[in-house]
T-cell receptor, first 113, second 109 residues
Framework: KAGVTQTPRYLIKTRGQQVTLSCSPI?????VSWYQQTPGQGLQFLFE???????NKGNFPGRFSGRQFSNSRSEMNVSTLELGDSALYLC????????????FGSGTRLTVV | GQNIDQPTEMTATEGAIVQINCTYQ??????LFWYQQHAGEAPTFLSYNVLDGLEEKGRFSSFLSRSKGYSYLLLKELQMKDSASYLCAVKDSNYQLIWGAGTKLIIKP
């Protein structure tokens, strides 16, 4: 079956712009989590959605938001981009909130200039 | 606060055995994961421990001691392709994954 699909793979934006990233989970997976990864920082948790409801939120400013649709696809939005938002954004899906593991997408590499 | 500690970098020789340790302090415990991440790629699932003891899966084994807040990943018969970062993550009482910064493993011929 198809894996986790993230679009776009690469993105270049200027400061002050906003961006929307998309994540399509594995068919049947209802949980989607988003992470920011920067060199030396590891994976920083952004938020988790399960059945269209945000279940957990990390320590990121309100410029970072997300949502999940009825088909479990999820979007993440970052408004008023800052240079420090440049990172690899990963989403991970699981059947039920991590049981048996999470499967990651290939990520979206966002560069803010 | 919640914290996951793992060594930043380790070096080992092809064909040898290496043990990567992970210690954690979290709000509750609902399982511990190990992931492998090659440079520029997404993390891939290696193991999941929820009960104490050793889980063996081919060349890779993972051990958990909940009372000590400790886990290790054991890699045997190292191959050059095992050069990667190894990430330890704990699922806390809110089902949120807390991640370590990762251990970069360098394999030398």
């Amino acid at each position: 079956k198809a894996g986790v699909t993230q679009t776009p793979r690469y993105l270049i934006k200027t400061r002050g712009q906003q961006v929307t990233l998309s994540c399509s989970p594995i068919s049947g997976h209802r949980s989607v989590s988003w992470y920011q990864q920067t060199p030396g920082q590891g994976l920083q948790f952004l938020f988790e959605y399960f059945s269209e409801t945000q279940r957990n939120k990390g320590n990121f400013p309100g410029r970072f938001s997300g949502r999940q649709f009825s088909n479990s696809r999820s979007e993440m939005n970052v408004s008023t981009l800052e240079l420090g938002d440049s990172a690899l954004y990963l989403c991970a899906s699981s059947q039920y909130r991590g049981d048996y593991g999470y499967t990651f997408g290939s990520g979206t590499r966002l560069t803010v200039v | 606060g919640q914290n996951i500690d793992q060594p930043t970098e380790m070096t080992a020789t092809e064909g040898a055995i290496v043990q990567i340790n992970c210690t954690y302090q979290t709000s509750g415990f609902n399982g511990l994961f190990w992931y492998q991440q090659h440079a520029g790629e997404a993390p891939t699932f290696l193991s999941y421990n929820v009960l104490d003891g050793l889980e063996e899966k081919g060349r890779f084994s993972s051990f958990l001691s909940r009372s000590k807040g400790y886990s290790y990943l054991l890699l045997k018969e190292l191959q050059m392709k095992d050069s990667a970062s190894y990430l330890c993550a704990v699922k806390d009482s809110n089902y949120q994954l807390i991640w370590g910064a990762g251990t970069k493993l360098i394999i030398k011929p």
